[in-house]
């Protein structure tokens, strides 16, 4: 028996090499067999490891059309909301503002240590930052472009719904949280008036509210551009 280790010559009755002590059965062990995958079942990836594949070959393409039609509602639901005069507050009446408003009131409780501005601020900030958590999480850890391409289109809508609050400054005619109105609640209850107010940007609020229409409105058109490409891309592998 020659060691497989050091090469020591030992006796055929030995268990263990007599040089280095390795036991014999051990390095016997053969390993496990791997099971090779077919080449049509393998999932497609991109460079930087993120994957394109959204359907095996074997028939199930019903996640791609899934997909498209999530495409279709995108464009859809987003052309609504952005074709639409900012007065009309089309995104604060939609049922995304209903999803949005909780990260926009947990925003003021979490940047309230910083003082009275970046609290009021802290709203705004809140509903903006939890989408691109979301789309950094999913396009970084979880390796899903498509997920990370939705939650850029929900980090543009919030600009949307963020514009028509923005546009209320001076008037202070959009209902808030508890029934109050800007214009008959106390100041700094209304966050955008006291932020523009504060910085002396209040006879801007108009301007600022197109601004963030527009950054809206562009963000969500290259977020539908994204999903539509990786949906292109898939069908062309697989014709």
Known sequence: MVCPKCGQENGSDRLDCLRCGVIFAKVRQEPIPKVPV???QVETVTEGSLPLELVSKDGHSWHL??????LLVMIVWGGKLIFVNI???????SLLHLINLPFHEAGHV????????????????????????CMVTLLLKSRDPLGAAVCLWWFGENF???APYINDARAGEMPLVGGNFGHSSPYGFHDWEYLLTE???????HALAKAAHLIGSLVMVGAVCWVGGLLYRQYRQRV
């Open 160 to 162: 949307l719904d963020i």
């Open 65 to 70: 059309w899934g997909w498209s039609l999530g």
């Open 38 to 40: 077919p080449f049509d």
């Open 199 to 205: 910085s002396g940007l209040l006879r801007y609020d």
């Open 87 to 93: 007065a009309d507050n089309a995104a604060g009446t």
């Open 110 to 133: 979490l940047f309230r240590p910083f003082g009275s501005f970046i609290t009021s601020l802290g709203g705004t900030l809140g509903q903006l930052l939890i989408p691109l958590v």
